[in-house]
């Protein structure tokens, strides 16, 4: 199953993808700003059958202002899109991103963001 995540915000989304087997993980170029028909032309361009948003957790546990625009993003994909879309945790992906940016990855810092949203994604299912 090929996955689309997404670092939504709202000036732009990173955004990654996954191969067919759920192992690779690649991060896309951004789409700024963040527009349900790009993103769906993206989707439809990688073939994927589902669509993670990333939801911004609090590190105790609760939603905030963040969450519910990524939470409204994640409906009006769904209102334009054929796959499932649903949100998942993406708890520190941000300070990962930035780790792995300083460890020479080339992609912008939201869609590497992104990757790591589908990584710990991909565990979870696979667990």
Known sequence: MRVLALDYGT???????SDPTGTLVTPLSAVEPPDPARIADLAADHDVDRVVVGLPITP???????????????????SVLKVPVETYDERLTTKMADRTAREGARADRDSLAAAHLLESYLEARNA
């Open 60 to 78: 105790a546990g609760e939603e905030g202002a963040q969450a519910r625009l990524s939470r409204a993003f994640a409906a009006e994909l769904q």
């Open 11 to 17: 000036a732009r989304c990173g955004c990654a993808v």
